[in-house]
């Protein structure tokens, strides 16, 4: 009976606690202009991937041959490209692209990685070896060339672009993870946990994982910036999304054969995802000071 | 210390070997058959499995991968072409050079403008230099590359005619592709600087120094600088292997004769064979960079060398685990 009672009491503070805690990041980050300003246009970008099909003037695959490759005006307020569609829908819809792959690999690159990391890091010996190694070897390939080799294996699409950059992910995440688990994993609470016969998952992904949560967060809110530039430079040699998807690396690809006549045709996507990119940047690094506020005085 | 350096150098010998047998494999699951790709699409059954018999293709996944690792390792042979029948080997060799000029220079780059511009930030903290640093540093790791090298070419090449448009002939054609490709680098850099040059100018040693009425010049260069740098090593480390990455990229933008031209080619052709032989060298250049990284933070942090002195590192790890417990 006492126990319950406690045990409620004990659960009321740590939510208490707990409120006050995201409270007080969010506080810290709220402080920070350059973050809110980062937060602001992340939600506008991904208004604009909810609601595109409302909100773009014209269909995103309408060709027009009469109006093609017109400059910005009154009525295409970005210009059209080589078949006459509208540049500034085709940017608009394309963000669902753009954020969809940067998101996308990221949180495929967290899920597996936190898993991997999470045996990694509670187990130890050989199974830790094991892992590690794998991740030895698959950090050894630099980030671009992996991308575009698994690229190669599984072909081009939006699924398998998110597969190829996602993959490079998990080494990062797996890594950060163990290591947090390292120092983790031999302080009391493990071990009063082990005690009331806590189950070996719950322990790993309930107890031990919300400690070292706050470097994955930073880690992958600036990811995602990385992935989406990465999944553009894929598009650019003709791998990952290919036109006539308006995704933003492979409308740059498209335009680039007309760079001499038709420059804006490159400028405008370059820009949004210049802009999306900046943002999560931002919002990244405010992320990091308000959840680690040592870092920041 | 020699010990430390052995153990470095074997420690890396099975991972390049891996490398190898990761892209082997992914590679050798890509869909596609190589002899269909060599002998176009009209070419007959018979003499597509001619060829598969002649180049092994019919041989079990192990004895191709064991073949090839034999080629690789011992006879230094990366196969031919499937496209023009070269020599994989000989065309990564006398393009190599120029891949290697634009990723040393992205590092080089990042060292002379990269620290400095990070070091200001962090001594001017609050400043209009730190504002302006730090600008700079977020918009140049928030743009792409590629784009950027578009823009470029646009205005300097086309607008401006200040540069050539394409080709590396002249030192002026290597201005833009080096500037373009160090950008990202130089930008994380100088945040890197920065922060790690704040947390060292925090610490409880510089203050001391400040208080025993050290030159404030003395404080930063010789005691703040060496400690700050530290951590900036492993970072070079890391950007070496993304501006190897980068320059494949890079050199398509700018028509460059180098790895990444050589290895976009092969995609759009399907040539595997090139694909796998480019991949696997830049793989290896990079694990070894990472190796003169490892070594060189031996030489300017002991904690690092001690770990792997004495006992072996895992197992000091865990005592140390053990008595932080």
Redesign the interface.
Same mark, same amino acid.
């Given at each position: 009976m006492l126990d319950t009672k406690n045990g409620v009491a004990l659960a009321e503070e740590d939510a208490v606690k707990k409120q006050s805690q995201i409270k007080e990041i969010l506080k810290r980050l709220c402080k920070n202009k350059l973050a809110v300003l980062g937060m602001v246009i992340l939600l506008l970008y991904i208004l604009v991937a909810v609601f595109a099909p409302l909100i773009i003037p014209y269909d995103f695959a309408e060709m027009n041959i009469l109006e093609k490759n017109q400059g910005p005006s009154a009525q295409h307020w970005l210009g059209t490209d080589d078949f006459g569609r509208d540049i500034f829908s085709r940017i608009l819809y394309g963000t669902r692209y753009s954020l969809g792959l940067g998101i996308g690999a990221c949180a495929l690159g967290l899920a597996i990685g936190v898993i991997l990391g999470c045996i990694a890091g509670y187990f130890g010996g050989w199974v830790e070896e094991l892992i590690m190694?794998f991740c030895?070897? %698959?950090q050894?390939? @630099?980030?671009?060339?992996l991308a575009?080799?698994?690229s190669? $294996?599984l072909?081009t699409g939006f699924v398998n672009t998110v597969i190829a950059l996602g993959i490079g992910r998990i080494t990062l995440n797996c890594r950060m993870v163990r290591a947090q688990f390292?120092?983790q &994993?031999? $302080?009391?609470y493990v071990e009063a946990a082990q005690a009331t016969n806590c189950s070996k998952v719950k322990l790993m992904f309930v107890h031990i994982l919300p400690n070292a949560i706050s470097p994955l967060i930073v880690n992958t809110t600036m990811g995602i910036? !990385?992935t989406i530039?990465m999944a553009?430079?894929l598009s %650019?040699?003709?791998?990952g999304v290919r036109p006539p998807l308006p995704e933003w690396?492979a409308m740059?690809s498209a335009a &680039?054969e007309f760079? &001499?006549y038709y @420059?804006y045709q490159?400028?405008f996507p !370059?820009l949004a995802?210049?802009f999306l990119? $900046?943002a999560l940047?931002?919002f990244g690094?405010g992320l990091r000071d308000a959840l680690d506020p040592k $870092?920041k005085? | 210390m020699i010990r430390y350096v052995i153990k470095r150098i074997l420690m890396i010998i099975p991972v390049v070997l891996l490398v190898a047998v990761a892209i082997f494999t992914i590679m050798h699951f890509c869909p596609g058959d190589p002899a269909e790709i060599i002998l176009g699409v009209g070419a007959s059954a018979d003499d597509i499995n001619n060829l598969r018999d002649q180049m092994g293709l019919n041989d079990p996944f192990f004895v191709q991968l064991g073949r090839y690792m034999y080629q690789t390792f011992i006879q230094f042979d990366l196969g031919e072409s499937f496209t023009n029948g070269l020599s994989i080997a000989g065309e990564i060799a006398t393009r190599f050079s120029k891949t290697l000029v634009l990723a040393l220079s992205a590092i080089m780059i990042q060292v002379v403008v990269g620290i400095p511009l990070g070091m200001a930030a962090a001594t001017h903290r609050g400043g209009w230099l730190d504002h302006l640093c730090m600008v700079l540093a977020i918009i140049g790791i928030s743009v792409p590359a590629f784009w950027i090298g578009l823009q470029l070419l646009l205005l300097f090449a086309q607008n401006l005619r200040w540069l050539p448009a394409y080709g590396v002939d002249t030192w002026q054609g290597w201005v833009l592709p080096i500037i373009v490709n160090s950008l990202r680098g130089v930008a994380q850099m100088a945040r890197q600087a920065r922060s790690s040059m704040l947390e060292v100018i925090r610490s409880d040693y510089i203050s001391t120094g400040r208080a025993k009425g050290l030159s404030e010049r003395k404080l930063l260069f010789g005691y703040a600088l060496p400690n700050a740098l530290i951590p900036l090593i492993q970072t070079l480390g890391m950007s070496f292997g993304q501006s190897l990455g980068g320059t494949v990229i890079i050199e398509n933008v700018f028509s460059i004769p180098g790895i990444g031209q050589y290895m976009v080619k092969a995609i759009g052709n399907r040539d595997y064979a090139v694909i796998r032989g480019t991949v696997v060298i830049l793989s290896i250049a990079f694990s070894l960079c990472m190796l003169l990284v490892d070594v060189a933070f031996g030489f300017v942090d002991p904690r690092i060398k001690a770990q792997y002195t004495g006992k072996g590192k895992r197992r000091r790890v865990r005592k140390e685990a053990k008595a932080h417990a």
């Open positions: 190694r030895d070897v %698959f050894a390939i @630099p980030g671009t060339l575009i080799v698994i190669m $294996l072909g390292l120092s &994993r031999k $302080l009391e910036g !990385g530039m553009a430079g %650019f040699i003709s791998l690396g740059m &680039r760079i &001499r @420059p490159l400028l !370059g995802m210049a990119v $900046l940047n931002l690094d $870092l005085n | -």
